[in-house]
C-alpha cells in the first residue's frame, strides 16, 4: 500500500511542477490513453501468472 501512495503523491507533485512550468502532461490526457497504459499492466500480469501457473 505504502508503494502506491508513494506513486501517487510522485505523480501528483510531477503534475503539479509540468503544470507551474507550463509544460504538457507526460501522460496521455484522455482515458483511452490511460486505459492503454492500464491494459499494458494486465496485459504484463496475465503473462506472469500464465507462465507461473502452466509453465513454472
Not at 1 to 30: C, D, S
Not at 36 to 49: M, S
Amino acid at each position: 500500500m505504502q508503494e502506491i501512495i508513494l506513486a501517487l503523491l510522485a505523480g501528483l507533485i510531477v503534475g503539479f511542477v509540468f503544470a507551474l512550468i507550463k509544460l504538457p502532461i507526460p501522460a496521455p490526457p484522455a482515458l483511452p490513453g490511460v486505459m492503454g497504459i492500464f491494459g499494458v499492466y494486465l496485459g504484463f500480469k496475465l503473462f506472469q501468472w500464465v507462465s507461473t501457473t502452466f509453465f513454472g
